[in-house]
């Protein structure tokens, strides 16, 4: 298997601009997670799907983010308009079942808003 | 409020020597917990679990042990090598379908 494929694996984008986010799970997870990695807060879970359905976006830091999943292969994490404190690493990660099981990791996308 | 922590940043141990990282959570809900290392520009990859009915749980050099009354637990390694220099993250998860919940982390380095 693949694992978990984020992309781009980095950005650069000036702030004020479109920020889209990638991420295919891991074949046959019903449930995905969005996470943001910064030297403070250390790797906070933004939000969460199970199968396809948002549970909790209570993490999500404001209305410029959105994430979306249209389908069990695809998600999107959208930030508009970029400022630079949303510079991070944002990671994906899937998981198959219930909390036991375990939670993989893509690469992640290293973002820098100029 | 963090309900995971991890309290040193960082550690620095002699390669053969045991590296101990610590955790302490204040969710009594909590009843699964793991521990994750990553290497830099990759995402983290997963080490080892424990279930809030053991003490402890051991695979190879790698063993975690789990206080519940101190609710804290810990990973051992032994013998450290320099490959496990890396960013330590403890999580923890309830019963069902919910997320892990993550630690800061502790950046452990062996040195040869």
């Known amino acids: 298997d693949a694992g978990v494929i984020q992309s781009p694996r980095h950005e650069v984008t000036e702030m004020g601009q479109e920020v889209t986010l990638r991420c295919k799970p891991i074949s046959g997870h019903n449930s995905l997670f969005w996470y943001r990695q910064t030297m403070m807060r250390g790797l906070e879970l933004l939000i969460y799907f199970n199968n396809n359905v948002p549970i909790d976006d209570s993490g999500m830091p404001e209305d410029r983010f959105s994430a979306k999943m249209p389908n069990a292969s695809f998600s999107t994490l959208k930030i508009q308009p970029s400022e630079p404190r949303d510079s991070a690493v944002y990671f994906c990660?899937?998981?198959?079942?219930?909390?036991?099981?375990?939670?993989?990791f893509g690469p992640g996308t290293r973002l820098l808003v100029l | 409020d963090q309900q995971v922590k991890q309290n040193s940043p960082s550690l620095s141990v002699q390669e053969g020597r045991i590296s101990i990282l610590n955790c302490d959570y204040t969710?009594?809900?909590?009843?699964?917990f793991l521990w994750y290392k990553k290497y830099p520009a990759e995402g983290p990859t997963f080490l080892i679990s424990i279930s809030s009915i053991k003490d402890k749980n051991e695979d190879g050099r790698f063993t975690v042990f789990l206080n519940k009354s101190a609710k804290h637990l810990s990973l051992h390694i032994v013998p450290s090598q320099p490959g496990d220099s890396a960013v330590y993250f403890c999580a923890a998860s309830e019963t069902g379908n919910t997320p892990l919940v993550f630690g800061k982390g502790t950046r452990l380095s062996v040195i040869a």
């Open positions: 969710n009594s809900m909590f009843d699964y």
């Open positions: 990660a899937s998981r198959a079942g219930t909390s036991s099981e375990t939670q993989y």
